[in-house]
């Protein structure tokens, strides 16, 4: 008997379509180059992401303490 486990996960992927921007991070407070992410959400087919849901959200990404901050387009 064949047994097919799906679901869906969020996950993180860099945004290339985005130049990286360096700023101060609101959270930890360091000078940081954040990066552009999408936080979208995957279909997965036995745990492994298979493809995108939908667009996701823009945000950066400080890759120092990894807090997502809302982007705006
Ligand atoms: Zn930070």
Do not use: H
Request: glycine fraction near 6%.
């Amino acid at each position: 008997m064949a047994i097919i486990i799906f679901g869906t996960r969020a996950r993180v992927v860099p945004d290339s379509s985005a130049g990286k921007q360096t700023t101060t991070c609101r959270y930890c407070g360091d000078v940081v180059t954040m990066e552009p992410v999408r936080n979208k959400r995957y279909f997965t087919l036995f745990f492994v992401p298979v493809f995108p849901l939908e667009k996701g959200e823009s945000a950066w990404r400080c890759p120092n303490c990894k807090k997502l901050f809302l982007r705006r387009e």
